[in-house]
């Protein structure tokens, strides 16, 4: 990817758990500080006395803890959307908006045309709160007719319409409310969402249909359905607590949030006088067809990598930060670590350690948005010149040969 080619990142914005701010955000990294809580009674439609377990069971969960985010208000005046409609969506569109506006406003993108401006977002397609009320309106009053043998006389409205399309709506909203005229989809490829969403808005921008793009993540379903499944998986910690490359990891920790990034090409960029957070030179795709869902494959990891690395024309021994998927499950930390490891075949012994971490360890496992929250972390790293420490860390685990490595957690900035 030449200097031609390559794409700058322009603008960022955030909602993130425990932050109500990206400077809050970075300084929880900087203080070793998580986000996580135990869930608050009302954001269950079952009582958490109702659905907890100490010990893994069916259709219970053993742990009551999570990263989430109070829903941003839903008042956005200068957006080109209708207040009340707004209000009625679910806290699912609320946090887009909130992360849009703020990177677009962060780009400074004045002289942009609006209509060469496109948006892709990484969206996990799951039931939010706004869909399971909607189940429970549509769905009970047949039931109950169902019950009497009398057909249904009406069916209510109590809850917008518009709130069933939940995969693909959040991203047109967002390019509606900015006046957006370069298109806008989303994906949903599990965790690898947002980092594929960048993929693509760099395509687009390579291929010159658009001047700039609006990429990046979203994650907020109906956190009792991802709490249920990741129990039901047995990939759920059960101590509350998520601590990548830990000996005392047990598991992931449900996170919910946004992260958008207004991407350019660089020369353009240059020419308008915005500010660059990072450029893009290179980026690796592959699809892990040797593993499953909570055991991943190194051969899939660094074909990827060895890609990114090819296009970049650098060499990983360059590298200072690693920022690393790391959800805190044993498992597929120790593959990632050996992966990590493999690449560093034939390279020359750096001077210094690599930093490694996982911003989950701050945030829990933000699921579409997880890319998205892993490179805010890097960007405001590198804008504080401070490589981060990853939080709940202490002794490593025993997957590698850490003292032969090149790589170190720093419990430390």
């Known amino acids: 990817m030449g200097s031609s080619q390559a794409i700058a990142i322009v603008g960022i914005g955030g909602v993130l758990p425990g932050a109500e701010s990206l400077e809050v955000f970075w300084a929880n990294i900087v203080a070793g500080r998580d986000a996580v809580a135990e869930v608050p009674d009302d954001r269950w439609a079952i009582s958490g006395d109702k659905v907890y377990a100490p010990e893994p069971s069916p259709d219970r969960v053993y ?117 957006l005229g370069g298109g806008s989809f989303a994906l949903d490829a599990a965790c690898a969402s947002s980092l594929y969403a960048l993929k693509l808005a760099a395509d687009q921008l390579r291929d010159g249909r658009v001047d700039a793009m609006l990429a990046g993540g979203l994650s907020r379903p109906d956190s009792l359905y991802t709490q249920m499944g990741f129990s039901q998986l047995r990939a759920l910690s059960p101590s509350g607590r998520c601590c990548p490359f830990d000996e005392s990891a047990d598991g992931l920790v449900v996170g919910e949030g946004a992260g958008i990034f207004v991407l350019r090409r660089l020369k353009d960029a240059f020419r308008d006088g915005q500010q660059i957070y990072a450029v893009i030179r290179g980026i690796g795709l592959s699809n892990d067809v040797g593993g499953n869902l909570m055991s991943p494959d190194s051969e899939g990891q660094l074909r990827a990598m060895r890609t990114a690395y090819q296009q970049a024309a650098w060499r990983p021994s360059a590298v200072q930060l690693f920022e690393c998927h790391g959800t805190g499950t044993p498992v597929g930390d120790a593959v990632e670590l050996r992966s990590l490891t493999r690449l560093f075949d034939g390279e020359p012994s750096p001077t210094r350690k690599a930093a490694i971490g996982s911003v989950k360890s701050n945030v829990g496992h933000l699921l579409t948005a997880a890319g998205a929250a892993a490179l805010l972390k890097v960007l405001l790293a590198m804008k504080a010149r401070e490589l981060p420490p990853t939080a709940n860390f202490s002794r490593p685990i025993d997957a590698i040969d850490w003292e032969s490595s090149p790589f170190q957690v720093l419990s430390k900035p």
């Open 63 to 179: 742990s009551r803890r999570a990263c989430l985010v109070a829903p941003p208000l839903p008042s956005f005046p200068d957006l080109a959307l209708d207040s009340e409609l707004v209000a009625s969506l679910d806290p699912m569109f609320h946090l887009v908006l909130a992360a849009g506006r703020e990177a677009w406003h962060d780009a400074r993108m004045a002289r942009v045309d609006r209509r060469r401006v496109g948006v892709v977002l990484g969206n996990i397609a799951l039931p939010t709160d706004a869909v399971s009320a909607l189940a429970d309106e549509q769905l009970g009053i047949w039931y109950k007719a169902s019950l009497t043998d009398k057909p249904p006389t009406g069916l209510p409205h109590g809850t917008e319409s518009l709130n069933r399309h939940v995969a693909g709506l959040p991203a047109g909203v967002l390019a509606k409310s900015l006046e």
